[in-house]
């Protein structure tokens, strides 16, 4: 194969000398560098110039910004994206690839690449691969990593930073059931916080979860069911599956947001659409 490489050297687990080392990983493995880049100043331009490259397929190292960046600017009809992980959370590789180091990553793609299709959710323009959280318990995002790592006072410290236990602050959540679903129905709901999360599989489709605890104490054990194993299988949340999903500030507020463990800030009412086929990916033939 030929390969555009794309490496954000500011990504925090990209280590030094990424670039000559993924180059010599490349052509042991059989394969050719049309392009490289990992320049952190110009990393926009040069990701619309692997994007566009005729590369049969683009390698990007970074972050999950960077990741999902790469895979927005190449999307269908560009080359297809093996995506390595170079971030904090490193949400994408995780789904596609499993936990694995960036090498064992490329050497298993490499050995027996094979393309697939990848949905996103899409709003104002923006794509997220993984899932987009909603409301303060956005924070949650880096208090689980500091969790991760065992560093309780850093995840206490983005609990308070974050205002996470305030249940002030009410959504309203808007979306209708799955298509095909039993009993498809319309569903609104208030709520403090909530996450919509893409499915995997042939049919993509969205996860939607929210929390709507009666009190600070009850919010503060869902954030610490979240922090230990996850936003979605935290108490109590409240589950279902839609293709389209509109959510409100009741105050008229921006809403604080992550996609894919990026922070970000919308002004409400924030639109989630679904888009079946986004980007292609590279994965193995021979699976994780």
Not at 160 to 189: C, F, H, Y
Not at 243 to 252: K, T
Request: with cysteine.
């Amino acid at each position: 194969m030929k390969l555009s490489v794309i490496i954000n050297p500011m990504s925090r687990s990209v280590p030094n000398g990424a670039a000559d080392a993924l180059e010599e990983a490349i052509l042991a493995a059989g394969h050719s560098i049309e392009q490289l880049y990992c320049r952190p100043e110009h990393l926009e331009s040069d990701v619309r110039a692997v994007a566009e490259s005729n590369a049969d397929g683009v390698i990007a190292w970074g972050g999950d910004g960077t990741l999902a960046c790469t895979l927005t600017a190449c999307g269908m009809s560009g080359p297809p994206v093996l995506a390595l992980p170079g971030g904090t959370m490193n949400m994408l590789p995780k789904r596609l690839y499993g936990d694995r180091t960036w090498r064992h990553i490329l050497d298993q793609v490499l050995a027996q690449p094979k393309t697939e299709t990848l949905a996103a959710g899409k709003i104002d323009g923006r794509r997220f691969y993984i899932a987009a959280l909603f409301g303060r318990l956005t924070a949650l995002a880096e208090t689980r990593e500091a969790v991760r790592k065992g560093d309780f006072r850093d995840a206490a410290q983005a609990l308070v930073d974050g205002e996470v236990l305030d249940v002030e602050t009410r959504l309203r959540l808007s979306w209708a059931t799955k298509k095909g679903q039993s009993n498809p129905s319309e569903q609104t709901i208030s709520a403090v916080a909530a996450a919509v999360a893409l499915t995997s599989g042939p049919s993509p489709t969205f996860e939607v979860a929210a929390v709507d605890p009666d009190s600070t104490m009850e919010l503060f054990s869902t954030a610490l069911d979240a922090m230990i194993q996850g936003w979605k299988d935290a108490e109590p949340v409240q589950h279902d599956i839609s293709d389209s999903v509109a959510v409100h500030d009741l105050d008229g507020g921006d809403i604080p947001a992550t996609l894919d463990g990026e922070q970000v800030r919308f002004a409400s009412p924030v639109r989630i659409e679904l888009v079946e086929q986004a980007a292609r990916v590279l994965r193995s033939e021979a699976g994780h």
